[in-house]
């Protein structure tokens, strides 16, 4: 029995909501509902902004590059979970976990650089208005946006392998809906602490630092918004960078309420619901709705201007 698993683990079993039955058939139209209006919402973002002119801008480039990525990320987990609600199937085998695992971490830690990077960009519209279309050139908007997908795919992997490594001897059951680092490590029957280590110490690089920039950025913009005498002139600065406030103070919040906790419990699964299916579905409307510019843009996409002599 000593055997019986230190490399040869062929399948994990995800728990997911097993111990809410009376919640299965509702969780399960919501996993649905919400990843069918993440997925149109933000599609239709990524369109508007490929589509309408007056959205060819840095900002509305960053926020369609959000919208990609937030796809990405939701359907890491939703379909999965859909599938074992509606199965009852919970297998799920060894490389499929960890393939599942580095995709959530690689997408999560790429997130965290975009909003950073997000935040400059309204840093630099602000406070540098004159120089803002010169320094954010094409090609800059590019290499800025690419930057937080090569840190999340490069960083992303590393707390992996040294979980993949370790020895899987004890109860296979995995305490949520989807392969987590922390559900993962408390399983093993050998010493996780280098791993527990490697993993804090990325979570503050790939989480606490970008956290740290976007907090910096604000603060520089308040006192840029607070200098401005006029209250249409505040009003207009506050507007620019609103959105990307709410967005990252949602998803920093959850996040940040989801792994300071000294153990996890079952409700906590529904706490990583919030910013794994909710906050991807509130996006597009954050960006949308409180957004003339986008509004403007759909509506013109939806009901174009009939040329003069046409039917």
């Not at 400059?120 to 290499?143: E, K, Q, W």
């Not at 308040?222 to 002139?233: F, H, Q, Y």
């Not at 706490?271 to 299916?277: E, K």
Request: with cysteine; hydrophobic share 50%; glycine share 4%.
């Amino acid at each position: 029995m000593e055997d019986f698993n230190k490399t040869t683990t062929k399948d994990f079993i995800l728990l997911a909501f097993s111990n809410f039955p009376q919640f299965q058939k509702l969780l399960l139209v919501a996993a649905l509902v919400m990843y069918s209006v993440s997925v149109s919402g933000n599609l239709v973002i990524i369109v508007l902004a490929k589509a309408e002119k007056a959205l060819h801008t840095p900002m509305y480039f960053f926020i369609s590059v959000f919208a990609t990525l937030e796809i990405l990320f939701m359907s890491v987990t939703v379909p999965n979970l859909v599938s074992i609600l509606i199965t009852n199937n919970n297998k799920i085998s060894f490389n499929d976990c960890f393939a599942q695992l580095y995709s959530f971490n690689a997408f999560g830690i790429t997130e965290c650089c975009l909003l950073a990077v997000m935040s400059f960009d309204r840093d630099l519209a602000i406070n540098n208005p004159l120089r803002y279309g010169s320094i954010m050139s094409h090609a800059v908007c590019i290499t800025l946006a690419l930057i937080p997908w090569i840190v999340g795919f490069t960083t992303g992997i590393i707390p992996i392998i040294f979980t993949a490594s370790l020895d899987f001897c004890r109860s296979h059951e995995i305490n949520h809906f989807f392969c987590d680092l922390a559900a993962l490590q408390s399983l093993s029957c050998s010493s996780p602490l280098i791993s527990n280590v490697i993993t804090s110490l990325i979570t503050v690089f790939a989480g606490l630092a970008p956290f740290t920039f976007i907090i910096g950025f604000y603060i520089h913009i308040l006192r840029t918004v607070l200098k401005i005498k006029n209250a249409e002139g505040k009003r207009k600065a506050f507007k620019t960078c609103s959105s990307h406030l709410i967005v990252a103070g949602i998803f920093y919040g959850t996040v940040i309420i989801m792994y300071i906790r000294p153990s996890f419990n079952d409700y906590d699964k529904f706490v990583a619901l919030v910013y794994t299916v909710l906050i991807p579905v509130l996006n597009p409307f954050i960006y949308t709705f409180r957004n003339k510019d986008v509004k403007e843009a759909f509506k013109k996409f939806i009901f174009p201007k009939k040329k003069p002599g046409s039917f």
